[in-house]
């Protein structure tokens, strides 16, 4: 793979300053454009700088375009594990048929991955709960406003050393039970992991976070009754000592987080189950005691414990404010294979030496 050097490297953030989410980008990322004559071509690796883009771009005006979100995280051996990305690959083609974008060639991404890894290795922070984050992209690119399909595009792959998500790091969430805005329709896009689904949440995210909420906990479209997710993050229940989450119906994005609890909690024998839960059964189990925990999960924030959810103007407190067991046992778990602290019995983390 070509690699275009750049004269001058950044300089790196202090060590013991917080990293904050997506604040910091490292020196180098991948790119590879698509054209109709010539497929996907000219992979490479070049200098992460501001790249020029006529105004009538396709990608500024009609938002054709997918991401991904995934993490690396430094092993004790020194080398470099990257969590399921094959998981995100498939998925990311999966978006990519949704929205009309030529699918890639997975083996091009997962090299340019590779190399963009071993050049940015010293940019893996260090300390406890950090990653690098890593943020495939593709953008429709061809100059023209007609409402058509682009014929040219973009993907590209930048790097982020991370902290916490949350300002206020696992510290329970307090949720805003959004009934009247909408994030995703049956028959929409909220499957597939495209920008335009985070434009059109942001207004209810918006007025949550006036409200003093991190989040809104979407309801499903039609009858604003079943339980989809959370903003950025699948949402599970544990209610009389199961864990439920809702099924992938349509209008959810299939988390590879939720996934790999999903697993997780199977093979360590608890009862889960993927169904259809209206807001009233989670409230009515939190009233009679029942709902012992609530968690969201996502590659940003791996598991996020929810200590609150408002309702119709009513909050109902959960797990006493505190993180809850199950909820602990995964965040332990998932961040233990990352970290590889903990075997990886499933083959989930991939080595770059
Ligand atoms: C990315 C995303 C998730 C979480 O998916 P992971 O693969 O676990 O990171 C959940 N909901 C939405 C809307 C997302 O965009």
């Known amino acids: 793979m070509q ?25 180098y990322m991948f790119t590879m454009k698509y054209t109709a004559n010539e497929g996907w071509h000219d992979a490479k690796i070049q200098p992460n700088e501001p790249l020029r883009f006529d105004m009538a771009t396709s990608i500024f005006h009609y938002a054709q375009g997918i991401f991904e979100g995934m993490k690396a995280f430094r092993q004790p051996d020194g080398s470099v594990g990257v969590f399921r990305p094959d998981e995100n690959w498939a998925r990311m083609n999966n978006s990519a048929r949704r929205m009309c974008i030529p699918e890639f060639p997975v083996s091009v991404v997962e090299e340019g991955l590779e190399e963009l890894l071993k050049l940015e290795r ?12 890593i943020r495939p992209t593709i953008v429709a690119t061809r100059v023209m406003l007609g409402v ?4 040219e595009y973009l993907f590209f792959i930048i790097l982020s050393p991370v902290g916490s998500y949350y300002a206020h790091g696992l510290e329970p969430t307090k949720l805003l039970v959004e009934d009247y805005y909408t994030r995703a329709t049956l028959g929409g896009t909220g499957e597939a992991k495209c920008l335009g689904n985070y434009a059109a949440s942001m207004k209810a995210a918006e007025e949550a ?8 906990l979407w309801l499903d479209a039609q009858e604003k009754r079943y339980v989809e997710e959370v903003g950025s993050m699948n949402i599970f229940f544990v209610i009389d000592g199961e864990v ?19 697993h997780l909690l199977r093979e360590r024998g608890y009862k889960t189950s993927e169904r259809r839960i209206s807001i ?35 909050d109902y407190e959960i797990g006493g404010g505190k993180m809850g067991t199950v909820t602990k046992l995964l965040y332990d778990t998932v961040t233990g294979i990352q970290n590889g602290v903990i075997a990886d019995e499933y083959g989930w983390m991939k080595r770059i030496s």
């Open 244 to 262: 439920v989450t809702p099924a992938l119906v349509g209008s959810i994005l299939p988390g590879i987080t939720r996934k790999s609890c999903l």
């Open 280 to 314: 009233e059964e989670v409230i009515k189990a939190a009233c009679d005691g029942r709902l012992t925990e609530a968690f969201g999960t996502g590659t940003a924030a791996v598991i996020s414990p929810v200590g609150l959810i408002r309702y119709k103007g009513v």
């Open 148 to 151: 058509h399909a682009s014929t």
């Open 3 to 27: 690699i275009i050097k750049r004269e001058q490297c950044k300089q790196k953030p202090n060590a013991d300053a917080p990293l904050g989410f997506g604040h910091y980008f490292t020196d």
């Open 122 to 133: 010293d940019w893996i922070p260090h300390g406890a709960g950090t990653a690098l984050y």
């Open 209 to 216: 976070e006036a409200k003093g909420f991190d989040q809104v």
